[in-house]
Nanobody, 122 residues
Framework: QVQLVESGGGSVQAGGSLRLSCAAS????????MGWFRQAPGKERERVAV????????EYVDSVKGRFAISRDNAKNTLYLQMNSLKPEDTAMYYC???????????????WGQGTQVTVSS
């Protein structure tokens, strides 16, 4: 069982930055992927960024490439999402997730955090 707790959301003006954190309850270093998903009101859930563990390979949805960066501190079992040049369309509830990589990449991971709200005003 893995428990995930997100933090770092908030409200920011367009062009600003936020860093989301996701603390995992146990070591997830064994052939895992972790990722960030988001869901805006009235829209489908979207996979934003994924990182493989322990390899560190990353993948991003096209709309955030060059603006967002996913990373992980293995010693702290913590996942991060650095979000720069934020746009109003980035407004959503952001969720941390963890599973075997197949689960993350198909959009149906086993473990989810509770979510943290990101609001970007124009």
């Amino acid at each position: 069982q893995v428990q995930l707790v997100e933090s770092g959301g908030g409200s920011v003006q367009a062009g600003g930055s936020l860093r989301l954190s996701c603390a995992a309850s146990r070591d997830t270093n064994v052939a895992f992927c972790m990722g960030w998903f988001r869901q805006a009101p009235g829209k489908e859930r979207e996979r934003v960024a994924v990182i493989s563990i322990p390899g560190g390979a990353t993948e991003y949805v096209d709309s955030v490439k060059g603006r967002f960066a996913i990373s992980r501190d293995n010693a702290k079992n913590t996942l991060y999402l650095q979000m720069n040049s934020l746009k109003p369309e980035d407004t959503a509830m952001y969720y941390c997730a963890a599973d075997l990589c197949a689960g993350i990449l198909t959009g149906d991971p086993k473990y989810w955090g509770q979510g943290t709200q990101v609001t970007v005003s124009s």
